[in-house]
């Protein structure tokens, strides 16, 4: 069964700072993964959605990579705000078209 | 474009009593999910349609819980008789097969 690991599990930072976050799966056959935002109370929000056969995605401030051999993605965050503080979750699809999600990471953007 | 609705937002009940959510997703979203998501934790799937068909209910403790999509399009999701261990947010998601998921505001349901 996949699993997906998000490190760390909460960030606080200074505005303004660039800042990594990480997600790890456990089966490289993956056939997406998807990046999603949650505040408080609230849904997913889909922020970018990588193909297995991408190695990255941009919107915006945001940067998504996406290394398959090595089980890894990231999102990078530009020039960090206050109003990007929320938790970002990343979610793997498999063939199988099932979604393996992580745990999180909790950001707080410091004014 | 509407986005994927739920009802109700929020629900308080008794221990033992049922209660229903209901989902209506993206139009032409073939691909239905509900999730169930615990405070500081990521979603857990209960169930996956793929159109009318339920392809993944693995999760679904069928003992207490029932979903159906009828006609492929809007789905229900009951609990009876709920339990105090219920009390979660509930998730619905929809996306055209292997492709961008969207979700809901979810339910978020409270079991005294």
């Known amino acids: 069964k996949q699993e997906v690991t998000q490190i760390p599990a909460a960030l606080s930072v200074p505005e303004g700072e660039n800042l990594v976050l990480n997600c790890s799966f456990t089966d490289s056959a993956i056939y997406n993964l998807q990046w999603f935002r949650q505040d408080p109370g609230k849904g997913l929000t889909s922020l970018l959605l990588?193909?297995?056969?991408?190695r990255e995605q941009t919107s915006g401030r945001l940067n998504a990579s996406l290394d398959k051999s090595s089980g890894r993605s990231t999102l990078y965050i530009a020039a960090s705000q206050p109003g990007d503080s929320a938790t970002y979750l990343c979610?793997?699809?498999?063939?199988?078209?099932?979604?393996?999600f992580g745990t999180g990471t909790r950001l707080t953007v410091i004014p | 474009e509407a986005g994927v609705v739920q009802s109700p937002r929020y629900k308080i009940i008794e221990k033992k009593q049922p209660v229903a959510f209901w989902c209506n997703p993206i139009s032409g979203h073939n691909t239905l999910y509900w999730y169930l998501q615990n405070l500081g934790q990521g979603p857990e799937l209960l169930i996956r349609y793929e159109n009318e068909e339920a392809v993944d209910d693995s999760q679904l403790p069928k003992d207490r819980f029932s979903a159906e999509r009828l006609k492929g399009v809007d789905s229900t999701l009951k609990i009876q008789p709920a339990e105090l261990g219920d009390s979660a947010v509930y998730l619905c998601a929809s996306s055209p097969r292997g492709r961008e998921l969207f979700f809901g505001e979810g339910s978020r349901l409270t079991v005294l």
């Open positions: 979610a793997v699809r498999t063939g199988a078209n099932n979604l393996f």
């Open positions: 990588i193909q297995s056969s991408q």
